[in-house]
């Protein structure tokens, strides 16, 4: 027997086509489309305007894979965690996390990841597959409920930032925020999405010339190669000078500064040369940096510095002028922080 393709892997244009090819008006295909994205429908049987042959000439050729969000959980400082199941049985998590004047959703764009940073449990998951655009699009419409219900209103910022490596899943990335950001999806502004990379140079000139209009952000957390390369292996591949250079060519075009995301680790980067690399290479083009609070994932040799040292880096990278912003860690009793995202409590 065929297997029957995914109904939301269609364009408003393909679904049209099909109803035509079917002997139907194209009309059929919008409110098939509006059923699909703007109502979130889970059934074709849910599609009341829709006569009945219709709906069960859909069933015999499509299926809709809607995610299930499994388990959700809620941090004593109110971050929400989803374990959301895909239609294969795989498990991705996402995270809401409020702040007093915003709710932002952390969202997988992969299961595991095929990266290796030594310090990320997501990286001992291993890569397992690309979540398609509709996986995507699930998660940030299920936080967005969860927004609604437990905090009135909905969600106001999106970031690329939970399990799985945006850039290597780039067409499906792109193809959910065209969704998210249209008005039949979530009508969201793309200034206020953000996907943050690991820094693959290459992709990174893609999005520039793709003249996307979400924000950039780059996991750094070393302004020094040979210390980069220790936290992040893929480092020594894309070294810091292919990083710099696409970075300039993305803001060459796009005008828009980076957000260069930065965790100090005791032992690791919190020394005075690791602090003069950063503010040198933030001079290359306009950027703000975020230290983000770490939460150690086992005993190991990845532990959060002294907030002396960090204080060190607030201090000199603002005698610089450099905005710097510090990220507290959010959810950790539920392991939804930075770098925690590892499918535990399954
Ligand atoms: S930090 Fe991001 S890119 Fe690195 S292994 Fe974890 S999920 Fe992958």
Known sequence: ?????????????????????????????????????????HSFEAMTN????????????FVINHIQVDSMQR?????????????????????????????????????GCSLNCNFCATARLKRMRNLNPDEIYDQVAAINKESLLYYNHKLSNIVFMGMGEPLM??????????????????????????????????????????????????SLHSAIDEIRTKIMPFNETFPLDDLRDALKYWY?????????????????????????ALINFCKHIPCKVNLIEYNPIDDGEYQQASQNAINNYISNLEMHGIVVNVRRSRGKDIDAACGQLANKGQ
Request: contains cysteine; positive net charge.
């Open 1 to 41: 027997m065929q297997k029957k393709k995914d109904i939301r892997a269609l364009t408003k244009e393909e679904l049209r086509a099909f109803f035509v090819a079917q002997g139907d008006k194209s009309f059929r295909g919008n409110q098939v489309y509006e059923w699909l994205w703007s109502k979130g429908a």
């Open 50 to 61: 829709i006569s009945k042959s219709t709906r069960a000439m859909l069933e015999e050729h």
């Open 75 to 111: 941090s004593s400082d109110g971050t929400v965690k989803n374990a959301v199941r895909l239609h294969d049985g795989l498990i991705v998590e996402s995270v809401l996390i409020p702040t007093e004047s915003r709710t932002t959703a952390c969202v997988s764009s992969q299961v």
């Open 169 to 218: 899943n780039y067409n499906n990335v792109l193809k959910a925020i065209d969704k998210i950001t249209s008005p039949e999806g979530l009508g969201m502004s793309p200034r206020r999405i953000t996907v943050s990379t690991s820094g693959i140079p290459k992709m990174i000139k893609k999005m520039a010339d793709d003249e996307v209009k979400f924000n950039l952000a780059v």
């Open 252 to 276: 060459a075009k796009t005008e828009r500064r980076v957000t260069y995301e930065y965790v100090v680790w005791d032992g690791i980067n919190d020394n005075k040369e690791s602090i003069n």
